[in-house]
């Protein structure tokens, strides 16, 4: 015999219905507009970027080496043509970003968009130190 989900069980409490009382997400805030300190922080971190990715782009172009050459200059030069390269990708990753920035007023957006320009700038100072160590 099979009991019927109405039917409570002998000794059971009748089960009450399962409601949830959630409360609905509540209305989205308007984002504030993005203010002049963080637009200024976020155009100094993207004039850094700027500034190294040129520095390893000259690094690059620099001191080839010539025929007789030591496996360790040819090393070194290639590192600096491989960072010259890659400063390249990270200059239109970084144009990218500006056009999102300059696309919005939003401090949040702003805010993330400095952190990422930061983030770079560490990318792009490792690798600009990797290619002056070479010149050694």
């Known amino acids: 015999m099979t009991r019927t989900a109405s039917a409570p069980a002998a000794g059971q409490a009748a089960a009450l219905p399962a409601t949830s009382i959630v409360a609905p997400p509540p209305p989205p805030i308007a984002d504030s507009p993005a203010t002049t300190a963080t637009l200024k922080q976020y155009r100094a971190a993207m004039d850094d970027c700027r500034d190294a990715i040129r520095a390893m782009i000259r690094l690059g172009d620099r001191q080839r080496p010539g025929r007789d050459a030591s496996p360790a200059e040819l090393a070194s030069y290639r590192l600096r043509q491989q960072n010259a390269e890659a400063a390249k990708t990270y200059r239109t990753y970084l144009e990218t970003l500006a056009r999102s920035v300059r696309g919005t007023n939003s401090e949040s957006l702003t805010r993330q968009s ?19 160590a070479s010149l050694r």
Request: aromatic content about 6%; charged content about 35%; cysteine-free.
């Open 114 to 132: 400095l952190e990422r320009a930061r983030q770079t700038r560490g990318y792009l100072d490792t690798m600009l130190a990797d290619s002056k």
